[in-house]
């Protein structure tokens, strides 16, 4: 039985094989060459990884890029698993819940950044208004802390759901029996939660985290629309350095080195996330 399922999947993986696979050659030749656009390339080995392990604004749009990803798990892994709890298991009202949670995440990318400008502008902007009536100075314009948080709470509000949505499939499917035990046993909420609910909802936090972090690293989209980068590169995540290298630079040899340096980043990062996570828990 098993053959005969890697039998029909193969085709369907032998095709996404090759078309991750070519585009990922024809990125490691780019890498190796002094390459502009219409520019006949050059050869020069590894000095394109060089020159952007060397390069301060590639180190700090890196430094950036993973102080957000830390950010934002930080932020938004524990908040979605707490409003998780805090939804009703069952009820009429569950499901209009659920989809009002889904609705960020129906929202394409390039608006929740447009949606999240028009926000934080200075002259019709909702969030300067709030703030100056609560006495407080706010222009994402020119002060790069207000950039920054405004970047991670649009991230959060977002994403957030999405963690939600994950936890909440997860406790529904933790057998009661469980909870019922605990129950006889005098076990306190703080001993449930620590030693039956975290357990169970392991795998479910693993994949939550994972995804986050995957889609921290690559977030473009929304960052941006909303500042592009500023004030000055105080919000330069990698992806925005990436694509300045090419489409501002043209420089298709240097950006491509940074993108596999990317790459690999997100792959190590990924996979030691995963193996520290699952071996949290195991005796």
């Known amino acids: 039985m098993k053959n005969k399922v890697l039998v029909l999947l193969l085709p369907s993986l032998l095709l ?4 991750a696979f070519v585009p990922l050659m024809t990125v490691l030749n780019y890498s190796l060459h002094v390459l502009f656009s219409g520019s006949i390339p050059k050869y020069i080995g590894l000095e394109n990884y060089v020159n952007a392990l060397k390069d301060p604004a590639f180190l700090s749009s890196m430094g950036k890029q993973f102080l957000f990803c830390l950010e934002i798990l930080l ?14 298991k069952r009820g009429i009202m569950i499901g209009p819940i659920l ?6 995440l129906l929202i394409p990318w390039n608006v929740v950044g447009i949606i999240w400008r028009v926000f934080a502008r200075e002259d019709i902007g909702a969030l300067p208004v709030i703030f100056s009536k609560l006495g407080f100075f706010y222009n994402v314009s020119k002060v790069p ?10 991230d959060v509000w977002h994403w957030t759901p999405l963690v939600t949505l994950l936890c909440y499939a997860g406790l529904q499917a933790i057998p009661q029996e469980f909870y019922q035990a605990a129950r006889v046993d005098s076990a306190s909420k703080i001993a449930t939660f ?36 500023g004030p000055g590169t105080s919000t330069e995540l990698l992806s925005i350095f990436t694509s300045r290298q090419v489409i501002g630079g043209f420089n298709m040899g240097y950006s491509s080195a940074v993108s596999l340096i990317y790459f690999i980043v997100v792959l190590l990062l990924c996979y030691i996330l995963y193996t520290v996570m699952t071996k949290i828990g195991e005796h």
């Open 145 to 154: 802390a207000h950039a920054w948080w405004t970047i991670v709470i649009m």
């Open 75 to 88: 932020i938004e892994i524990p908040m979605g698993l707490a409003l998780a709890l805090l939804l009703p």
């Open 194 to 229: 620590r030693y039956i609910t975290l357990p169970k909802l392991k795998y479910v936090l693993i994949i939550a985290v994972l995804l986050r972090c995957m889609d921290a690293f690559k977030i473009y989209d929304e960052p941006f629309i909303l500042t592009a980068g």
């Open 16 to 19: 996404m094989s090759i078309s």
């Open 99 to 104: 989809v009002l949670l889904g609705i960020p």
